[in-house]
T-cell receptor
Framework: NAGVTQTPKFRVLKTGQSMTLLCAQD?????MYWYRQDPGMGLRLIHY???????AKGEVPDGYNVSRLKKQNFLLGLESAAPSQTSVYFC??????????????FGPGTRLTVT | QQPVQSPQAVILREGEDAVINCSSS?????VHWYRQKHGEAPVFLMI?????EQKGHEKISASFNEKKQQSSLYLTASQLSYSGTYFC????????????FGTGTRLQVTL
């Protein structure tokens, strides 16, 4: 099992450019999440999905869009990158539950720099 | 609202004990604890559920006070490998397992 994988690992964008981050999991998890991590801020939830074809906003969704066309994949898009989106992005997945009974498995992260 | 973690940082000598606290202003259903080493992804340590059930797989213990909406992580006889940043993530009923993470506690274990 590869677990949770993310591509790319690193990326440098210029302001205004667009890109898509791909997250894939092979654990048949229903739930998937995108977080960003900035120094001193911990992990903040951007968007999440409770199943194929469904997505919802998290704490900091502005400037990002997501899609979950296949159960195993969760895509995070930046339509027009801004320097404030420089961050490390983590994807995570878990079994379905409404009460947080199951751990989240994290991918290795994508380090994005917007100049 | 993010849960509040304390202390923000702690330095220990190998073999010493530490306690990391996590406090929420909202009613909790579960608390997750993760450890992250520099440049790596967070790794699961433990889940504490409302009602007292614990789930974990490392030699680290924790407590969950539902009334006070607090959790504490206990690291005993610390090892060098315990170094890293510890995050608590809080889950509130009906939030589809969404976790709200604290800002982290940086732990350094020295010889």
């Amino acid at each position: 099992n590869a677990g949770v994988t993310q591509t790319p690992k690193f990326r440098v964008l210029k302001t205004g450019q667009s890109m898509t981050l791909l997250c894939a999991q092979d654990m048949n998890h229903e739930y998937m999440y995108w977080y960003r991590q900035d120094p001193g801020m911990g992990l903040r939830l951007i968007h999440y999905s409770v199943g194929e074809g469904t997505t919802a906003k998290g704490e900091v969704p502005d400037g990002y869009n997501v899609s979950r066309l296949k159960k195993q994949n969760f895509l995070l898009g930046l339509e027009s990158a801004a320097p404030s989106q420089t961050s490390v992005y983590f994807c995570a997945s878990s079994y379905s539950t409404l009460t947080g009974d199951y751990e989240q498995y994290f991918g290795p992260g994508t380090r994005l720099t917007v100049t | 609202q993010q849960p509040v973690q304390s202390p923000q940082a702690v330095i220990l000598r190998e073999g010493e004990d530490a306690v990391i606290n996590c406090s929420s202003s909202k009613a909790l259903y579960s608390v997750h604890w993760y450890r992250q080493k520099h440049g790596e992804a967070p790794v699961f340590l433990m889940i504490l559920l409302k009602g007292g059930e614990q789930k974990g797989h490392e030699k680290i213990s924790a407590s969950f006070n539902e009334k006070k909406q607090q959790s504490s992580l206990y690291l005993t006889a610390s090892q060098l490998s315990y170094s890293g940043t510890y995050f608590c993530g809080t889950c509130h009923t009906g939030t589809a397992s969404k976790l709200t993470f604290g800002t982290g506690t940086r732990l350094q274990v020295t010889l």
